[in-house]
């Protein structure tokens, strides 16, 4: 007799950086101590938006425990409306037992259609960031979600501002868990040139990763030995790698674009710093990584990097900055990197372990459940979409995939 409780997540199709990484490591290990259903839908042919990213379905293919809910989807789904593709998550749905817990990924329509079938189905709304577009979520739906996952102290007391009347005792802060990987085996040996790394989006937009080339700069006047490896790509990519090649940091500063999960690890691995300069965060991934990995940190002061210079361990490991405070940057660097490496390594390792494994993540998110009242039925709502809305829909998905089509 399976005497397991259950829990479920409710994804978009595609990853989408370490935000959907982690619900696919969070469903994986939660067989451990649950029965787990992975609810999304599979694209019948690559989405114009998902071209080399790797499906969810993908991610956990190697996990035979997961009970998988799906269908397969088109162009209707991928250029339809927000509510048609709410309507084909509702359905889902009706395949998974009433009463299960549902932990739901960032986007509208996932958010819409766990809402239509909100009596059937404690809802945990995970607040990945402080951006607005998670707080609209979470307002729009305050009268459907149960629990409000916020990833750091700020989104946290943010929502609750944001939320009047909102039960304080069901928005509990959860950072994401990732899988600890074994620390490699080190020597104490310090190189005379620092290590700098960069991990996520090449963005203006939230990321400032303009502002590394400013540090870069601002190292080399110094004489200071470094060199920057920017992993990733984005629309500032180009723009950097043009700046880098006509200036002084030619030799300096690589762009490898985007890496497997464990060539970002042994990135990370041989670094002395990973170096953040977003204007906003949640809970960067990129930082529990590298802290996991024990490479030290530097990164602005917002949500969920402030948390960690709380830390007993953080005067060893990491120091933070304003956003765009360029000198204050270059100082903080230079102070964790003259950190004895065997030092730095155990104190950064000590904070990932304490804060984001993933078995600290989902005992929060269970004790967080425990507080849900119980549903008392079995049945869950069937959610019909208008005749009218189906065929909006499907005109909308026709005229925008033929825009696709001809702008190739």
Not at 55 to 83: H, M, N, W, Y
Request: proline share 5%; charged share 15%; glycine share 6%.
């Amino acid at each position: 007799m399976n005497n397991k409780k259950r829990i479920a997540f409710l994804c978009h199709p595609y990853h989408r950086g370490g935000v959907t990484r982690w619900m696919a490591d969070a469903a994986i290990a939660a067989t451990q101590t649950h029965e787990v259903y992975f609810i999304t839908v599979q694209p019948a042919v690559t989405f114009y938006s998902g071209r080399g990213r790797e499906t969810l379905l993908q991610l956990i293919a190697g996990c035979a425990a997961i009970k998988v809910v799906s269908i397969a989807v088109g162009r209707d789904f991928e250029f339809g409306t927000p509510d048609y593709r709410a309507n084909v998550y509702s359905g889902l749905l009706q395949q998974v037992p009433a009463g299960t817990p549902i932990i739901l990924a960032d986007d509208y329509a996932v958010w819409a259609g766990a809402a239509a079938c909100h009596t059937a189905f404690p809802l945990v709304g995970v607040l990945h960031a402080d951006e607005q577009v998670y707080y609209d979520m979470a307002a729009k739906h305050i009268a459907d979600v149960d629990v409000f996952a916020c990833v750091s102290n700020r989104v946290q007391q943010k929502a609750i501002e944001l939320l009047p009347g909102i039960n304080t005792s069901l928005i509990p802060v959860i950072p994401c868990g990732i899988n600890l990987p074994a620390m490699p085996v080190t020597t104490s040996v310090k190189m005379d040139t620092i290590q700098l790394v960069y991990v996520g989006r090449v963005s203006h937009y939230q990321k400032r990763t303009t502002d590394l080339i400013l540090i870069a700069t601002r190292l080399h006047e110094l004489g200071v030995a470094f060199h920057l490896t920017i992993i990733g790509d984005g629309d500032a990519r180009p723009s950097l790698m043009q700046a880098v090649e006509n200036g002084v940091l030619k030799g300096k500063v690589s762009f490898p674009g985007w890496l497997s999960q464990q060539q970002v690890a042994t990135h990370l691995a041989g670094s002395d710093v990973l170096v953040l300069t977003s204007d906003f965060e949640g809970m960067p991934i990129a930082m529990m990584e590298a802290l996991a990995m024990g490479c030290g940190f530097v990164g602005t002061r917002v949500s969920g990097i402030e948390d960690m210079e709380l830390q007993p361990a953080a005067a060893q490991c990491l120091s933070v900055f304003d956003a765009g405070d360029i000198d204050a940057a270059v100082a903080a660097i230079q102070e964790v990197a003259a950190i004895p490496t065997e030092k730095r390594k155990a104190a950064a390792r000590t904070i990932a372990e304490t804060e984001f494994a993933m078995s600290v993540c989902l005992r929060r998110y269970h004790d967080a459940i425990l507080h849900v009242p119980a549903r008392n039925t079995t049945t869950v709502p069937q959610v019909a979409m208008p005749f009218s809305a189906w065929v909006q829909s499907r005109f909308l998905a026709f005229v925008r995939s033929s825009r696709m089509r001809l702008s190739r």
